[in-house]
């Protein structure tokens, strides 16, 4: 399985970017897929995570202002980001491991479980 992220770039506040992951090789529905983000000098978070049959969860710091989606004709995860702001600024990573739909809807594996099996190489958004 492969994750390449695509799509970040440098916005000012207020604007918007759509985050891209292409997955190759064996991602079915019953994969979770999630987005996190890395800022300098923080630690990893998880933002937003769904499976294609199931609900998406989102941390309460993206919750109205981003939107994670699945493209299954042409293997793409995206992450529709609005409204963006500075503290927003980080290198975003899509990740895909096989979990559960009600796991992977209870935000669980993006909070408490950073040990995904499969991860992109990052996108760098910056929001200034």
């Known amino acids: 399985v492969q994750l390449v992220e695509s799509g970040g770039g440098s916005v000012q506040p207020g604007g918007s970017l759509r985050l891209s992951c292409t997955h190759s090789?064996?991602?079915?529905?019953?994969?979770?897929m999630g987005w996190f983000r890395q800022a300098p000098g923080k630690a990893r978070e998880g933002i937003a995570g769904?499976?294609?049959?199931?609900?998406?969860y989102y941390v309460d710091s993206v919750k109205g202002r981003f939107t994670i989606s699945h493209d299954n004709t042409t293997s793409t995860l995206y992450l529709q980001m609005n409204n963006l702001k500075p503290e927003d600024t980080a290198m975003y990573f899509c990740?895909?491991?096989?979990?559960?739909?009600?796991?992977?809807?209870?935000?669980?594996?993006?909070?408490?479980?950073?040990?995904?099996?499969?991860w992109g190489q990052g996108t760098q958004v910056t929001v200034s």
């Open positions: 090789g064996y991602i079915s529905s019953r994969h979770c």
């Open positions: 769904s499976r294609r049959d199931g609900d998406a």
């Open positions: 990740a895909a491991d096989f979990f559960p739909e009600s796991y992977c809807s209870s935000g669980h594996p993006l909070i408490h479980n950073p040990a995904w099996a499969y």
